[in-house]
């Protein structure tokens, strides 16, 4: 099946939440076409008031409404205010050259090039020069012409204002909106990947740094994080807007509009190349930082070995060399991005301004020319709104390049094969296990061979061998962390694969040689924060396996913190706390992997006293590295090289003495020269 791309996977967890997105979208619609209304409002404002003055004026007979000006002993009003009420005396034109105004007792062009003799006005146009005598009128008498257009100007530049506050109401719901969409799809994302990651089986971690693994889930998913908030509130944003500005640019200036369209194609054109680039140093950074966090954590959690062994400046070393990779490559990733920011942006502005210029410079400057300042200003206002969001828009290349490479990586962990996690209860074991002809390999090489045992109900046994027997691998496929390649593994007749993992593990107990606590207080580490499990029943398991000589000494006993891994805790005390979750959870199956290999000696005896509580009314298996602490078994299994060589109960096998009675009279005699 073929894979969808990252992009259209991470449109469709935008998809989810399209409620909220396409409300901040039309949120966002609504505040720009207020906000663009102020170039169109500019307009009316320079050429119908402040210089719609300028024009022709016709005389009438009273001043009978607001747009009647009196100058001298007689009114005008002007010519697009005059009403079919009105009786038009004679046609009269007020022209303003340089900062004077001048008054004509006659109808003159009002385009062409003017020049002003004292009263004497000659005006040139494409078909030749006239002369009119005129009369220059005074500030004061000027301004009774633009009385009337007082009320007009400050009733457009009210409205404007009260749109932008409108916008702003807008503004700040798309923001909000688009924001917290943006928030809830990387939630749900790092929900699904976390989720993903339980299903996944337990040979991927085997391979696979847990820095690395961190990184995907907290590093990449906030590289996403950022790609969301920029596209929803930025990238959107503009494109909405320039969408807009477009439109008012059409309304003004079709041709000059057209013309600028070539700015779209620029800059898609643009960010197809900086992808190509981009994506090949994203992955190459984000790759490197994934290998920084795994060195980082390795060295934290080796920080005793590397000081006792003197390896500080290895370690160093080789911390800077991924930290020197990453420097090269985003030092290219800054070069590439320098080109697409301030620079490039200027350079298509200033060819865009170049073109406003010849476009008018050529066909509206001549003898003629229809081109008003009003119109002049409200294109060069709508080219420089253009440029803000190409800026925007080229400035968050780097960011969502950065957000498609790690994309790419969440999804790729997401892509990989897992198993649904199915937690239906099912009936609690008799703990009846048969191992049928299993044969197991980790890679290629088989660990196990062809191994066939029968462990009854309320039995102990225990496996023993030197390492490298396979001991570790037939708990692993009881325990469902790995499947057999050949065979079966049935318990109380069902095959162990017909169920889910956790099916399996639901009635079963695992305590390992080195115990991991979780952060918390010793009470939660035994309930695991199961609410089947009460605070009662954790402290009588405390107290069942002994771990109650301990706790009771310190200051919060039973609710004493725990830190990450238990480190404030000796082997044995965590040993013992392990011990008391596997008794909470009461299993009818209990492994037990080598739990007391690591245990001195005094605290070995109070730990097989809380063994033997264990053991009582369930089945155990037992991973044994000291043989005297098997020796009440009532199987033990010899193996070697992946094969069951001996079986038998102690008293049998010592009696055949093969190598489970070398390896016991090897014990024996390190014990006595240890006791010497």
Known sequence: MKKRSTERRLLQYAWQFKRGILFGI???????????????????????????????????????????????????????RLSETDTSLGIHTLLQIGRDYYFIEEDVPLNGHRTADGEQI??????????????????????????PEQRPILFLLGLYMVLLVIAGFFQFYQTFTLQKASNQIVKKMRNDIFAHTQ???????????????????TNDTEAIRDLYERVLSIVVTSMIYMAGIFVVLFILDAKLATWCLLLIPLVILWMRVYKHFGTKYNKVIRSTISEINGNIN???????????????????????????????????????????????????????????????GSFSLEPGSIISIGMLYAIVDCLTRLFEPVNDIVNQLPLIEQARVAGGRVFELMDRDGENVENAPVNRYRGNIIFDHVSFAYDDEYVLKDISLEVKSGQTVAFVGHTGSGKSSIMNLLFRFYDPQKGKITIDGHD??????????????????????????????????????????AIKALQTVGADRFIEKMPKKYDEKVTEGGSTFSLGERQLISFARALAFDPAILILDEATANIDTETESIIQQALEVLKQGRTTLVIAHR??????????????????????????????????????????????????
């Open 26 to 80: 039309l949120c966002l619609i609504i505040a720009t076409s207020l906000e663009l209304a102020g170039p169109l409002i500019a307009k009316t404002v320079i050429d119908e008031h402040i210089l719609g003055i300028e024009g022709n004026w016709h005389e009438v007979e009273t001043n009978n409404d607001k747009d009647t000006v009196p100058y001298g002993d007689r009114y005008y009003k002007r010519a697009d």
């Open 122 to 147: 000659t005006i040139e146009t494409s078909v030749g020069n006239e002369t009119f005598e005129s009369e220059k009128i005074s500030l004061t008498e000027v301004y009774g012409f633009f009385k």
């Open 199 to 217: 299903r996944i089986p337990i040979n991927y971690y085997v391979d696979q740094p847990a820095g690395k693994i961190v990184a995907r889930i």
């Open 298 to 360: 390795e060295a934290i959690q080796g920080m005793p070995i590397i000081q006792a062994f003197r390896r500080e400046k290895r370690t160093k070393e080789d911390f800077e060399v991924l930290n020197n990779r990453h420097f090269n490559f985003q030092r290219k990733l800054v070069k590439l991005s320098a080109l697409t920011s301030y620079n490039l942006v200027t350079v298509f502005r200033n060819i865009a301004f170049v073109a406003l210029i010849w476009h008018f």
């Open 496 to 537: 162990t694969e017909e169920w889910s993992r956790q099916q399996v593990r639901s009635h079963m107990g695992i305590v390992l040689q080195d115990p991991f606590l979780f952060s918390g207080t010793i009470v939660s580490n035994v309930t695991m924060n199961d609410p089947a499990i009460s605070r009662e029943t």
């Open 627 to 676: 043989l005297s602490t098997i020796q009440q078994a009532d199987t033990i299994f010899v193996l070697e090289h992946g094969k069951i060589i001996e079986e038998g109960n102690h008293d049998k096998l010592i009696a055949e003495q093969g190598s489970y009675f070398q390896m016991y009279q090897m014990q024996q005699g390190s014990s006595k020269r240890t006791a010497v």
